[in-house]
């Protein structure tokens, strides 16, 4: 390739030639994102190399992007109580990397194709790679795109030209149709049109910007429907149109409603690497002051964790387990349950439980070091061990921490000795409260779904990561005997001692219990983890090197995948208007994509490093018909030859595509140059009939070449 490229590089060094990705104004034609070289002109903000050649992005430019300030900077207070269905920037065909793309005058950009034309008469059609000039329209015929697409066995060309800016009713495609038939001297029964829009329902799309500025991004994602269907008309067949959602989410956005259960998943991930870390070089080699437990986000709000912890104490104090908490515990799904939406207002709100364990899970997890979180963990266990509270524990929580808290809230004798060991072994401390974290998590995004009817496929994605091989009735009923005090005989956790997978605690060590209390030697850590042999009472274990937490990637991973799935859902929701019956399809096609062995989602710390997902899928057209009725962004009618056409008329391949848009297809650097640009943009307005759009049409011809004349 770079021999192809080799003399239009040296013949034009003042202009900026490379090969890359096709830009969106060249892919809205051809509707690829194929690899092509793309020519246009330096300008004096542009300092990249002109014989750069390949798919990385230039940095340098993306920085002079934002020439006017950037859209990104908005009082959080102000936005987050924005209508998500608002379009708070102004949508665009073009992207904001584009806008330095300056336009090349037509007769040089027709020197270029030739020469470079020449150099693939040579390539066979699979090594060819099309060119694309950025042309002036300020000339004659207003071009805007000039291409060069030939190889061995084909010359190949194409251009895109402005044409002029109407009112959609005055648009006739019949005779878009005619041009296309004179042009190719065929009728118009061997013509296939294909025809396509798209409707911008929310957002925008903010291209490349650091994880920062997208997590304080005025709006969390973009959703768009883009429709097709064939005929002579651009009036939208409701019931024969296909309908594709697409959908951008920025995961862990903080307006986002989702960030109730995602600073779950953000805080065990970070865990779980501060514990890898311990088990790799012993605890004592973590830095507890500076291991991170919450990202800390500019913008975000800042929380005196000791006051809620101290809240959460006195309020401890005002309940008792009964009857009147909710069936199941679950306080974010009920009944009265009617949307995504509200399911994730009272989980920020209240909790999704009146599990203290959960709620006490709810604080820690906003910790910024691991020091705070051991702290907060042993204040408040001291304070339950003075007998003060009996916390309520739900009979399906069977976490260790919370059978230490039922135990210490009822006068431990040796709660001093319990308090000491998890306070000089850090990893004790933080499985204990990780294994909380985790279990609340996967419960949470089980009941959620469950509104969906898909808690039984989401239940089983961490069955075989998580649990135990006893029937959840069997252990459902030994941690209902403990809290309700009746006789507790059968340890459910036996088979946890043992395992090659282990964070090991010396459960001996914590106490030495009297023969008529409920043993602890079973509240150790995570789950499928085992147990030491005993040792002397008042030994202090050291485990680090005894931590092995490497079933939890794979748990933390389906955590990952699900909550993309519950962002898009929680989107098409608020956008579509979409109730539970409509969105049970879109989410069983989410966790068709998301959440299989194919998941382009593959860690926690793949989405905070890169947190804008993006899907396009299939949806009933039923779900959407009163968006469709709305004039679209763009419309695209493309028309081609049919089979049997293929030896009338002029014999060669070509395609016609018009182009009909409310926004420029160019960046202003390009587009800047139309003379009848702005009287036209004073035009356009939203407002019904007056809504007028651009028409730029794309010419694309391809002669077979016969390469030996035969005499």
Same mark, same amino acid.
């Given at each position: 390739?770079?021999?192809?490229?080799?003399?239009?590089?040296?013949?034009?060094?003042?202009?900026?030639?490379?090969?890359?990705?096709?830009?969106?104004? $060249?892919?809205?034609?051809?509707?690829?994102?194929?690899?092509?070289?793309?020519?246009?002109?330096?300008?004096?903000?542009?300092?990249?190399?002109?014989?750069?050649?390949?798919?990385?992005? #230039?940095?340098?430019?993306?920085?002079?992007?934002?020439?006017?300030?950037?859209?990104?900077?908005?009082?959080?207070?102000?936005?987050?109580?924005?209508? +998500?269905?608002?379009?708070?920037?102004?949508?665009?065909?073009?992207?904001?990397?584009?806008?330095?793309?300056?336009?090349?005058?037509?007769?040089?950009?027709?020197?270029?194709?030739?020469?470079?034309?020449?150099?693939?008469?040579?390539?066979?059609?699979?090594?060819?790679?099309?060119?694309?000039?950025?042309?002036?329209?300020?000339? #004659?015929?207003?071009?805007?795109?000039?291409?060069?697409?030939?190889?061995?066995?084909?010359?190949?060309?194409?251009?895109?030209?402005?044409?002029?800016?109407?009112?959609?009713?005055?648009? +006739? $495609?019949?005779?878009?149709?005619?041009?296309?038939?004179?042009?190719?001297?065929?009728?118009?029964?061997?013509?296939?049109?294909?025809?396509?829009?798209?409707?911008?329902?929310?957002?925008?799309?903010?291209?490349?910007?650091?994880?920062?500025?997208?997590?304080?991004?005025?709006?969390?994602?973009?959703?768009?429907?883009?429709?097709?269907?064939?005929?002579?008309?651009?009036?939208?067949?409701?019931?024969?149109?296909?309908?594709?959602?697409?959908?951008?989410?920025?995961?862990?956005?903080?307006?986002?409603?989702?960030?109730?259960?995602?600073?779950?998943?953000?805080?065990?991930?970070?865990?779980?690497?501060?514990?890898?870390?311990?088990?790799?070089?012993?605890?004592?080699?973590?830095?507890?002051?500076?291991?991170?437990?919450?990202?800390?986000?500019?913008?975000?709000?800042?929380?005196?964790?000791?006051?809620?912890?101290?809240?959460?104490?006195?309020?401890?104090?005002?309940?008792?387990?009964?009857?009147?908490?909710?069936?199941?515990?679950?306080?974010?799904?009920?009944?009265?349950?009617?949307?995504?939406? %509200?399911?994730?207002?009272?989980?920020?709100?209240?909790?999704?439980?009146? +599990?203290?364990?959960?709620?006490?899970?709810?604080?820690?997890?906003?910790?910024?070091?691991?020091?705070?979180? !051991?702290?907060?963990?042993?204040?408040?266990?001291?304070?339950?061990? @003075?007998?003060?509270?009996?916390?309520?524990?739900?009979?399906?929580?069977?976490?260790?921490?919370?059978?230490?808290?039922?135990?210490?809230?009822?006068?431990?004798?040796?709660?001093?000795? $319990?308090?000491?060991?998890?306070?000089?072994?850090?990893?004790?401390?933080?499985?204990?409260?990780?294994?909380?974290?985790?279990?609340?998590?996967?419960?949470?995004?089980?009941?959620?779904?469950?509104?969906?009817?898909? @808690?039984?496929?989401?239940?089983? !994605?961490?069955?075989?990561?998580?649990?135990?091989?006893?029937?959840?009735?069997?252990?459902?009923?030994?941690?209902?005997?403990?809290?309700?005090?009746?006789?507790?005989?059968?340890?459910?956790?036996?088979?946890?001692?043992?395992?090659?997978?282990?964070?090991?605690?010396?459960?001996?060590?914590?106490?030495?219990? #009297?023969?008529?209390?409920?043993?602890?030697?079973?509240?150790?850590?995570?789950?499928?983890?085992?147990?030491?042999?005993?040792?002397?009472?008042?030994?202090?274990?050291?485990?680090?090197?005894?931590?092995?937490?490497?079933?939890?990637?794979?748990?933390?991973?389906?955590?990952?995948?699900?909550?993309?799935?519950?962002?898009?859902?929680?989107?098409?929701?608020?956008?579509?208007?979409?109730?539970?019956?409509?969105?049970?399809?879109?989410?069983?096609?989410?966790?068709?994509?998301?959440?299989?062995?194919?998941?382009? !989602?593959?860690?926690?710390?793949?989405?905070?490093?890169?947190?804008?997902?993006?899907?396009?899928?299939?949806?009933?057209?039923?779900?959407? %018909?009163?968006?469709?009725?709305?004039?679209?962004?763009?419309?695209?009618?493309?028309?081609?030859?049919?089979?049997?056409?293929?030896?009338?008329?002029?014999?060669? #391949?070509?395609?016609?595509?018009?182009?009909?848009?409310?926004?420029? $297809?160019?960046?202003?650097?390009?587009?800047?140059?139309?003379?009848?640009?702005?009287?036209?943009?004073?035009?356009?307005?939203?407002?019904?009939?007056?809504?007028?759009?651009?028409?730029?049409?794309?010419?694309?011809?391809?002669?077979?070449?016969?390469?030996?004349?035969?005499?």
């Amino acid at each position: 390739m770079d021999s192809l490229m080799q003399p239009v590089l040296e013949n034009y060094p003042d202009l900026y030639i490379h090969k890359q990705e096709s830009p969106s104004y $060249v892919e809205i034609y051809t509707k690829n994102k194929k690899e092509i070289v793309l020519v246009y002109k330096k300008n004096k903000q542009c300092t990249s190399n002109s014989n750069k050649i390949g798919l990385e992005t #230039d940095n340098k430019v993306t920085e002079e992007l934002d020439l006017t300030g950037s859209p990104l900077k908005l009082d959080l207070s102000l936005h987050t109580v924005f209508d +998500d269905t608002l379009i708070s920037d102004e949508p665009q065909i073009w992207n904001k990397e584009e806008a330095l793309h300056q336009p090349v005058d037509i007769e040089k950009a027709r020197q270029i194709a030739t020469l470079f034309n020449k150099s693939l008469t040579s390539v066979s059609i699979e090594d060819a790679v099309p060119m694309w000039i950025v042309t002036n329209p300020s000339d #004659d015929g207003k071009p805007l795109l000039l291409t060069i697409q030939s190889d061995s066995h084909h010359f190949a060309r194409g251009i895109v030209s402005y044409h002029d800016a109407v009112v959609l009713e005055d648009v +006739d $495609v019949a005779n878009l149709i005619d041009q296309y038939a004179v042009q190719e001297k065929i009728s118009i029964e061997m013509i296939n049109t294909l025809i396509d829009c798209k409707f911008l329902i929310s957002g925008i799309s903010y291209g490349l910007h650091s994880t920062e500025e997208l997590l304080n991004a005025p709006q969390n994602g973009l959703t768009e429907l883009h429709c097709e269907w064939t005929g002579k008309t651009l009036q939208i067949p409701y019931i024969s149109c296909k309908v594709h959602m697409n959908q951008e989410v920025i995961i862990g956005h903080l307006a986002s409603p989702c960030q109730a259960i995602w600073k779950s998943v953000s805080a065990l991930h970070n865990l779980n690497q501060i514990l890898v870390d311990m088990t790799a070089a012993g605890y004592s080699s973590v830095n507890l002051e500076t291991a991170v437990v919450r990202n800390t986000i500019s913008g975000a709000k800042r929380l005196n964790n000791s006051k809620r912890l101290n809240n959460l104490l006195n309020e401890t104090e005002t309940y008792a387990y009964t009857a009147e908490y909710p069936a199941g515990g679950c306080t974010c799904v009920t009944e009265d349950t009617t949307t995504l939406k %509200q399911c994730f207002k009272a989980m920020e709100m209240n909790g999704s439980s009146n +599990d203290f364990t959960y709620k006490l899970w709810d604080i820690l997890r906003d910790s910024e070091t691991a020091e705070e979180l !051991i702290n907060l963990l042993i204040q408040a266990l001291k304070f339950i061990s @003075s007998g003060k509270i009996r916390p309520f524990i739900d009979a399906n929580n069977k976490t260790y921490l919370s059978k230490l808290v039922l135990k210490l809230s009822r006068g431990h004798s040796q709660a001093t000795k $319990v308090l000491k060991n998890l306070k000089t072994s850090p990893p004790q401390a933080l499985s204990l409260v990780a294994q909380v974290g985790t279990e609340k998590t996967m419960w949470e995004y089980t009941k959620i779904m469950s509104l969906l009817e898909h @808690s039984y496929y989401i239940a089983g !994605i961490w069955t075989t990561e998580s649990r135990t091989h006893e029937s959840i009735e069997q252990i459902n009923q030994t941690i209902q005997d403990m809290t309700m005090g009746g006789d507790f005989t059968l340890n459910p956790f036996d088979n946890l001692n043992s395992g090659e997978n282990s964070i090991r605690l010396d459960c001996e060590s914590f106490c030495v219990d #009297d023969v008529n209390e409920l043993t602890v030697d079973d509240f150790a850590s995570l789950k499928k983890h085992g147990l030491v042999d005993k040792k002397d009472a008042n030994e202090v274990p050291l485990i680090a090197d005894e931590i092995d937490i490497s079933s939890w990637k794979n748990l933390l991973m389906k955590f990952a995948q699900v909550h993309v799935c519950l962002e898009h859902l929680y989107r098409a929701e608020t956008c579509l208007r979409a109730d539970f019956a409509n969105l049970k399809p879109i989410a069983s096609r989410l966790l068709e994509h998301y959440v299989s062995e194919k998941s382009p !989602i593959r860690t926690v710390g793949q989405l905070m490093s890169d947190p804008v997902q993006k899907i396009s899928m299939p949806i009933t057209n039923n779900i959407v %018909q009163e968006h469709l009725k709305k004039p679209a962004f763009w419309y695209r009618v493309e028309l081609t030859r049919k089979e049997n056409a293929k030896d009338c008329g002029i014999k060669r #391949d070509s395609k016609m595509v018009f182009l009909l848009s409310q926004q420029p $297809v160019l960046p202003p650097s390009v587009w800047q140059n139309l003379e009848s640009t702005t009287e036209d943009a004073a035009e356009i307005t939203t407002l019904g009939e007056d809504l007028k759009y651009h028409i730029t049409k794309y010419i694309f011809l391809s002669n077979e070449v016969v390469a030996k004349i035969n005499l």
